[in-house]
Every structure is written in structure tokens, then in C-alpha cells.
């Protein structure tokens, strides 16, 4: 049973950059799709981006333009690299290889001024 955790939020200004990590505990090579998600204070958990095995990659309209979602299974990791970060952004960010739970702890990006 692989486990996730991610990493690399942190506090950053509006139009600032981050770079979030979802690091696996044994290979993900053979998982078909990744996923991003977020939950902001007081909203419902919503899908960012997803990631299959061969690089097709599927963004929601908030984070396309902006956001990049990767994999590197030699490394067993998914990456997201945000962009031009609005307060809009600020929430606790989850991957998953499911589109649903079990969730792990997340990762707390803030964007403010």
C-alpha cells in the first residue's frame, strides 16, 4: 500500500512561484493517473490537476496557464509547480492516486500580501 506525502508549501506573495512534491513510499510507475487536490478554508475539496502514466495531463480552469503538474517515476515523485499565485490559491494542497480518500496531512500553500 503506497503512501504519499507531500511537501513544499509555505507563505508567498501574490505572483510569486511554488514548487509542491508528492513523495511515494515505494514505486508509482505502474499507477495510470496522479492527482492534485486543494481545500481551501470553508470550501469543499476540488480537483487542480491529474497526471497519466505516458505525461497527458488534465488542469481545472483555475490552475490552467499557471500550474504545471509532473511525475518522475524514477524518482518516485509528482510535482507542482504554481505560477503566478493569487490569494485565490491559498489552501491546504493533497495528491492522491485515486480521485477520492483516504487523504494524507497535505501541504498548506498561503498567498497574501
Known amino acids: 500500500q503506497v503512501q504519499l506525502v507531500e511537501s513544499g508549501g509555505g507563505l508567498v506573495q501574490p505572483g510569486g512561484s511554488l514548487r509542491l512534491s508528492c513523495a511515494a513510499s515505494r514505486s508509482i510507475s505502474s499507477i495510470n493517473v496522479m492527482y492534485w487536490y486543494r481545500q481551501a478554508p470553508g470550501k469543499e475539496r476540488e480537483l487542480v490537476a491529474r497526471i497519466y502514466s505516458r505525461g497527458e495531463t488534465f488542469y481545472a480552469d483555475s490552475a490552467k496557464g499557471r500550474f504545471t503538474i509532473s511525475r518522475d517515476n524514477t524518482k518516485n515523485t509528482v510535482y507542482l509547480q504554481m505560477n503566478s499565485l493569487k490569494p485565490e490559491d491559498t489552501a491546504v494542497y493533497y495528491c492522491?492516486?485515486?480521485?477520492?480518500?483516504?487523504w494524507g496531512q497535505g501541504t498548506q500553500v498561503t498567498v497574501s500580501s
Open positions: 492522491n492516486k485515486l480521485p477520492l480518500g483516504p
